[in-house]
Structure formats: structure tokens, C-alpha cells
């Protein structure tokens, strides 16, 4: 037992569940709270954000890269509120965040004292575990259990703290319950189970694999399924990198942030099995299709759409009894049939890169940043156009890692992520990259990463426009009304941040800033870069149908979607018409 004041015994806590740092902004209805981090600052460290958002932003991304729970607290009031966009991106997610949120002193509660709010009904929605606690004997015990509800069930967890109850000195004693951050056993894969799929597969020509997030831990796995069962891969867009890229099996994703291989080869298909995803486009796949859902949450079964076969099982248990029982497969003629295909798509995609005739491409920068990643690099994407590009080119092969807002879909997640990425992993190589629209919402923080010496490197895509919605806008025949943005010298501004700051509007430009890049980062720099690539506006092929196949479109939809995206018929045929010239 020891006293100390309950802000110091939550800091306490929150050490005791190896939480090395927290973001947010102090104010007087929390002080008393970030003094209680004070007095732990050599194990806690508080990183000042310049808005909360990007606080609970980078929270989030912390959990989504480590698995480990993320943490970030706000004043009472518009701090509080604040906070909820990154707390809305964690929970769609599904990864644990503790928001620490203060309130007013309860002297003046209730008495419609300045910035007093009933705080608890804002968080309700967001936060499984919300509570407001009554006393300062209650703090260290109330944020134990928010930690644990939040990472019991990968939820959001909030506790509103007067900010007189965390001043007052109490008695601590330290909880000897074991700390447990994972959910529980796997569910393990039933014989019954193992076998209806097999024999599903059986009776298949052309099955294919698609994998989610809840496959994270059995990336070898996946990759061994593929090859023993000659089954082509794909991801959905949170998922990349969990086969490596590269491998010739792996398709990419299926939709706007997908690849012409991963539409075909889907479209193709005879049987898909979905593996750990609850994957929202499914119901827009062809009716024709059997499907088999594997997933460890029984209540994600029917919600996207109606599986043939349903199993309740751990991605990594079912994969490792398929890959015992199951006999293995002669490379089929669709598998090399769909390599193929994704063989002349990285092509294209390289031949948009070294184009910059008429200015500099995405391609050519994301290009760009793959030649010089580091084979653990991490990469913190934002949403938007660059998402599309980053998904498509980036060498995730395992050991990188990638953080996004994916069914969220926030814009100004890339800077706030980077920052998380950094310091997380501060031995690896972080890169953010972002739009210009994006960015512009949390540039600010540029500062954090300055005043922490925090070595991100970030990369601006500038188009002028809000890229994604020009798409939906051009698709709708509607005009380009209220999407042009003003642009800016990102690094020039960088550099006034006390950043590194690079520009590039050509492929010279461009090669001549990451040779540099690399030498910074060679002598050990501690500075944040920026690297502003002005790009061309250039509406990236849309892939979420790829109208190609003869078989299944008339001649003028196709001649009219490839003359829109320069997508020849020679370098880029039909899976079909490979399909059928494959030995």
C-alpha cells in the first residue's frame, strides 16, 4: 500500500499493463489526471497531439499494429468530443482504446458550470465499457476493468474523471489479478467441419481463398493452403500483406481499392472460402457461387450474405487441420491461369510508373517509396485515392506492416498513424502517406513528430482534388463541383515546422529526394520529412467491375473501359482468354 493521488495510481495502472504512452491535450478539467502522469513519466510517456483527434487517431492505430491497447484522454467538453472520431475508427475496427476523459470538479457539477456536460450519453454508442466514476478510491479500479472489458471483447473502453477525484491522495494497492490481453482460446476447428470443406473442394475446378483480418496470425498457414490446394488468394483491403504480395498466388483485393486479377479471378470462381471476414462487399459476388464462411465470431455468420457452409473456427486451427486432411492438388489451369493474369497487371502498373511525359503519376511515387522501404517497414495509409495506390504497389511481404481506417474510412488517419507507427516500432522505418485533402486536416501535428523527434517519413500525394469522390462524381455524370482544393508547398511549409521537407514533380525529382531520404535515414536522422509529390489528376482505373471479358460484356463496354483507362488488349487480355490459351 502507498499513498500517492488516484491520478499517479491510474498511471500506475496503466504501466501495469504495459502502456509506455498516452496522447491527448491537458486542460483544466483534467490536470489533475496529467499530473498523475507526470509523476510516472519515466515508464508513461505523455505525447502532446495538437487536437485530440489525432490523439484518439493514433490510438487506434497503436492497437491495430500491435494488438496491444491503445490510450488517449481529453478535457471535459469539446476535448471529450473531440476524441470520438478516432474512438468510431477503433470500434469499426474492432481493436481495444481507453479513452480517459475529465469532467468538472463535483463541487460544480450540475450546477451548469462552464464547459459541463452529462458526457456519459455522447459515449454510449461508441464505448461498450463507459463509466463516470463517484470517488478517487475508485479510479485505479475502474480503469483496470475498462482495460480488461476493452480488450476482452476488442471494444472501446471510457472512464470520465472529475478532476478534483483524481487530486486527492489515496491509498494504493496494486491489483495481483492477472493481466490477460487476449480474448480467449481459439476456437478450434471441427473433424465434422474440416471434412465438409474438403469435400467441397473436392468437387470444385476453380476454388479460391479470401482472407481477413482474423487470418493476422496465420500467414503461413494461408500461404501453405494456397499452394497445397492450387487455390488463387485474395485479401480485402485491411488484410494486405498477410500472404506476401509478391507470392504468385496472391490476387489483391476485389473493389474500388482492388486489382483487375483479384475482380477476374473472383468472378471466375466456383467456390470461395472466406477465412476470418466479415467482408461487406460479398453481396455484391455472382448468386452462382458456393461459398463457405470460416470465422471465430458466430454473429458475423449471414451478415453479408448467405453461406452454403458455415464454420465456427479460429482461422489458424481450421487452416492447420485443412492443411492435415486435406490431399494435395495438381496445379490447376485456373491457378496459372490467374498468375498470369497478375503477372501482366504488376507490369502495367510498373509501366505507369516510368511514364511522367505528362507529369508526375501515384504509381511512379509509390514506386517510388518501394524501392527504398525497408523489408520491415511500416506503413500508415490514409483514405482516399492514395489508399487505391499504396494497396496496389507496396511491398507488404510479411514482415512490413500496414495500418488504415477501413471500415471507417477517415480521412486524416495517415499522419496520426505514422506518429503511432513510430512509436511503437521506433527501430523500424515508418512511412505515412497521404492526399493532399487528407493531410491538410491534421497537418498540425507535423509539430508533434517535430517537438519528439519523431522520425516519420511522410508522403503528400498532391492532386488538387478530393480524388475518390471526383471518381464517384465522374461515375454519377455529375459536375466536378466542390472537390478542387487549393494547393500548397507542403515542404516548404515542413520545413518552417522544423521538419525535412523534399518536393517532386518528376521522376528525376522524385528519385533525387528519396536518394537523399536514404541518407538521412542512413546517418541516423531524427527529424520528420515530408515529401510533397505533385502528382497529375488522373482518375485511377476503377476495378470494382472490370468489364474486360467478352464472354460476360458486350464489345462496347469494353472497348469504352479500356480506352477510359488505357488498358490494351494485347498486354492486358480477359482471364478468359487466358484462361483457355494456358497449357
Known sequence: MAKMTAG?????????????????????????????????????????????????????ADAKLTGRIGVCFGSAGPGAVHLLNGLYDARQDRVPVLAIVGQSATGVMNT?????MNQDPIFADVAQFHKQVVSAEQIPNVVDEAIRSAYASNSISVVIIPDDLSGKIIDFVPSKTRKVSGTGQPLQARPEDVRLVIDSLDKAERPILWIGQGARDAAEEVTAVSEKFSMPVLSTAPATGIMPADHPNYMGCRGRLGTKPAFETSEM????????????????????IKSIQINNDIADFGKQYDADITVPADAKSFLSALLKEGKQ???????????????????????????????????????????????????????GNNTEWAIRQLPLNGKQ???????????GYGLP???????????????????????????????????????????????????????????????????????AEWAAMAEN?????FRAANLQELQDALKKIEELQAKGNKLPILLDAK??????????????????????????YREQYKLDEKTQPALSVIFNNVD
Open 8 to 60: 499517479q495510481a491510474l498511471a500506475r495502472v496503466l504501466i501495469s499493463w504495459e502502456i509506455d504512452h498516452i496522447y491527448g491535450i491537458t486542460a483544466d478539467s483534467i490536470n489533475n489526471t496529467v499530473d498523475g502522469f507526470y509523476q510516472e513519466r519515466k515508464n508513461l510517456k505523455y505525447i502532446q497531439v495538437r487536437h485530440e483527434e489525432i490523439g484518439s487517431l493514433a490510438a487506434a
Open 112 to 116: 451548469n458550470f462552464f464547459q459541463e
Open 269 to 288: 470462381a466456383d467456390l470461395i472460402i472466406f477465412v476470418g471476414t466479415n467482408y461487406p462487399f460479398a453481396r455484391f459476388l455472382p448468386k452462382n
Open 329 to 383: 492438388r495438381t496445379e490447376s489451369v485456373f491457378l496459372k491461369a490467374s498468375q498470369v493474369n497478375k503477372q501482366n497487371w504488376d507490369k502495367w502498373l510498373d509501366k505507369l510508373a516510368d511514364d511522367d511525359s505528362e507529369g508526375l503519376s501515384a504509381e511512379g511515387v509509390i514506386k517510388g517509396i518501394k524501392s527504398i522501404a525497408d523489408d520491415d517497414a511500416v506503413f500508415a495509409l490514409d483514405v
Open 401 to 411: 506492416k500496414m495500418t488504415m481506417s477501413s471500415w471507417y474510412g477517415t480521412m
Open 417 to 487: 498513424a505514422g506518429l503511432a507507427g513510430k512509436l511503437s516500432f521506433p527501430e523500424r522505418q515508418v512511412w505515412s502517406i497521404s492526399g493532399d485533402g487528407g493531410y491538410a486536416m491534421v497537418m498540425p501535428d507535423l509539430l508533434t513528430e517535430v517537438k519528439y523527434n519523431i522520425p516519420v517519413i511522410n508522403v503528400v500525394l498532391e492532386n488538387k482534388s478530393l480524388g475518390f469522390i471526383q471518381h464517384e462524381k465522374i461515375v454519377a455524370g455529375q459536375a466536378l463541383y466542390g472537390i478542387d482544393l487549393l494547393g
Open 497 to 501: 515546422m522544423g521538419a525535412i521537407g
Open 535 to 560: 502528382i497529375k489528376n488522373v482518375d485511377p482505373i476503377d476495378t470494382h467491375t472490370v468489364p474486360v471479358d467478352p464472354v460476360l460484356y458486350d464489345k462496347k463496354t469494353i472497348d469504352e
